[in-house]
C-alpha cells in the first residue's frame, strides 16, 4: 500500500487549514489569553492526530505502536507509549518518517558527528510551526535592541549544505523583511576575507552562529589588522549550535561589545525545540510540544518539569514526528505556574548525557566544565581542556588562547584559572595561555562541543588508539617550550 493513500501531505489544503487553527492558538499563546486547559485540549488533540498519523504512514511507529489506540492517550499520560531513541533514528533511517521524502518540502540530515547521519526532511506544516516560534525571538529582540522602525541587516553564518541552519533563518529573515546575508566562512567561495568584508561593508548589525564561530570571528579579524570593537556594527549575536554558558556569554561580549543571546536551542530531527526571550531566557515551544524529564540511566519519569534528560513529542502530523523521543540532553525545565504561558516555561541545557565527564570519582556536564574555565576570562579567542591523569588522579590541562595579553598577566590569569578548575571539578588545573590554538577548535558548534574543545587522552589511552597528538606530559612539555 502506498504511504500517498493515507493522504500524507495533503497539498495546500491541508496545510491551509492546519495553519488557520495553529495561528488561532499562537495568536492567543503570544497575547496570554491561552488558557492551561486550552493548551492541555490542543495538545491532546493533536497528540492523537499524531499518533494516528505516523501510525498508518510510517513503517517503524506502524510496528512501534501497533498496539496503541491514538484515542485512548491523553496529554497528560504519555507511559503507554514507547521511547524513540537516536539509535533508532539511526536503523530505522527513512523508514521513521511518517511519508516519503515527496511529502517533504525540505531534506536535511544530521552532521554525523554523533554516529551516522540519519534523514530529517520537514514538510509545511513542520517548518511552519517551528520557524514561527523562532520569529517571535528574533521580532522581540529586535524590537528591544534597536530603534523603533530600525532594520537591521542580519548575517547568517553557518552551514549551507544538507543544514536547516541558513534556510531557517533567512526564512525568518524574510517574515520580518529584514535584509539577510548568507555568509559562512566555511563557504569555499566565501571564507573569512569575503566574510568579514561583507560584514564591515553591509554594515551587519546581527550574526547568527555558534559560539565557537564568535570566537573564531574575533580571532581573524584581529589577525587582519583590525578591531571587533571599533572596525565592525555588530550588536547583536544570536547563537545556536552549541552550548553557550554565561561564562563564555561573558567572553564573547567583551571581544566584540555586542549583546549575547542564546537564540536557540533545538536539533535537525526535533526542529527548534525552544528560543530566546528579549531576558535571554530560553522559552519551550508550548505550542509545538509535549515536554517530560526523565532520569537519563535509567528512563524514569522525573516529571513534566525538573532535571533530566528532555523527552519531546511532536504535536504537528508532517512527515517526520517524533513521539516520546529522547533528545541525550541534559536540561533543567522549569514553570513558574503563571497564567501567561508564554512565559511560564524556561529550560536550560546543560550539556548532553554522552558528554557527561568524571574526574576523581565525580561527574560533570560540559557547562559546568567550561564555567569552571571560563569563569572571570574576558578577550579570550578560544580554549581547549585536555584531560589526563598522574598517579591515579585525574588532571587537567587548560589552554587559554589570548595573544595580546602581557607576560605578567598571562602569569595571573593562569593562576586564577587553576585555583577556580580546582575548586569546582576537584582537579588539579595546569593553565596556558597561549598565541594560538589549532584551527577546529572553535568549529565546534557544526562539530561538537566535546569533539572540538576536550580531548580526553584517559579515553584514547583506555582504547589503545594509534593517533594520539600528544599526552598531557609531552602536551606540556612542548606548549611550555613554546
Not at 152 to 157: A, K, N, R, T
Not at 200 to 228: C, H, N, S, Y
Request: hydrophobic share 40%.
Amino acid at each position: 500500500m502506498s504511504r500517498h493513500e493515507h493522504g500524507i501531505g495533503g497539498g495546500m489544503g491541508a496545510f491551509a487549514g492546519f495553519k488557520a487553527e495553529y495561528d488561532a492558538l499562537d495568536a492567543a499563546y503570544r497575547d496570554g489569553s491561552l488558557t492551561r486547559d486550552a493548551l492541555g485540549q490542543w495538545r491532546t488533540r493533536r497528540l492523537q492526530a499524531v499518533l494516528a498519523h505516523a501510525k498508518a504512514a510510517s513503517r517503524f511507529y506502524a510496528k512501534r505502536l501497533a498496539s496503541i489506540d491514538p484515542a485512548a492517550i491523553d496529554a497528560s499520560d504519555l507511559s503507554a507509549l514507547p521511547f524513540t531513541t537516536k539509535d533508532d533514528l539511526r536503523d530505522q533511517m527513512l523508514d521513521i518518517l511518517s511519508g516519503g521524502i515527496n511529502d517533504a518540502i525540505f531534506y536535511y540530515e544530521t552532521t554525523g558527528t554523533t554516529g551516522a547521519a540519519t534523514p530529517c526532511p520537514r514538510d509545511k506544516k513542520e517548518s511552519y510551526a517551528s520557524n514561527l516560534q523562532l520569529r517571535h525571538a528574533y521580532q522581540d529582540i529586535v524590537a528591544q535592541d534597536f530603534p523603533d522602525g530600525h532594520r537591521p541587516v542580519i548575517g547568517i553564518l553557518g552551514p549551507t549544505e544538507a543544514h536547516s541552519f541558513t534556510d531557517t533563518l533567512g526564512a525568518i529573515a524574510y517574515d520580518l523583511d529584514l535584509c539577510a546575508a548568507k555568509i559562512w566562512p566555511g563557504s569555499p567561495i566565501i571564507g573569512f576575507d569575503k566574510c568579514l568584508s561583507l560584514m564591515r561593508d553591509l554594515k551587519i548589525e546581527v550574526i547568527a552562529t555558534a559560539p565557537g564561530q564568535v570566537m573564531t570571528l574575533a580571532k581573524e579579524a584581529i589577525k587582519r589588522g583590525l578591531d571587533p570593537k571599533r572596525d565592525f556594527s555588530v550588536k547583536v549575536f544570536m547563537l545556536s549550535g552549541e552550548l553557550c554558558t554565561p561564562e563564555l556569554t561573558a567572553n564573547l561580549e567583551s571581544l566584540w561589545g555586542a549583546k549575547v543571546y542564546n537564540s536557540l536551542y533545538g536539533s535537525q530531527e526535533a526542529f527548534v525545540i525552544a528560543s530566546a526571550t528579549p531576558r535571554d531566557h530560553l522559552r519551550p515551544h508550548a505550542p509545538n510540544y509535549i515536554f517530560e524529564v526523565v532520569d537519563p540511566e535509567t528512563g524514569a519519569h522525573v516529571g513534566a518539569t525538573g532535571r533530566g534528560e528532555l523527552v519531546v513529542t511532536c504535536l504537528v502530523d508532517g512527515v517526520k514526528p517524533l513521539i516520546r523521543y529522547r533528545t541525550g540532553d541534559i536540561v533543567d525545565l522549569t514553570d513558574d505556574g503563571s497564567a501567561r504561558l508564554f512565559d511560564a516555561l524556561r529550560v536550560q541545557v546543560v550539556g548532553r548525557v554522552k558528554d557527561a565527564v568524571e574526574l576523581n570519582g565525580r561527574r560533570f556536564t560540559a557547562a559546568q566544565i567550561e564555567s569552571a574555565l571560563m569563569r572571570g576570562v574576558r578577550d579570550c579567542l578560544g580554549y581547549q581542556i585536555v584531560i589526563g591523569d598522574d598517579q591515579g588522579r585525574d588532571t587537567i590541562v587548560a589552554k587559554l588562547e589570548l595573544p595580546r595579553l602581557a607576560a605578567a598577566e598571562r602569569k595571573a590569569l593562569a593562576e586564577r584559572v587553576q585555583a577556580h578548575v580546582l575548586e569546582a571539578l576537584g582537579a588539579e588545573c595546569t593553565a596556558l595561555v597561549v598565541d594560538d590554538l589549532s584551527e577546529h577548535v572553535n568549529m565546534g558548534g557544526w562539530i561538537k562541543w566535546k569533539s572540538a574543545r576536550l580531548v580526553d587522552s584517559r579515553e584514547a589511552r583506555a582504547a589503545n588508539a594509534d593517533d594520539i597528538e600528544l599526552t598531557t606530559a609531552d602536551l606540556l612539555s612542548r606548549l611550555k617550550s613554546q
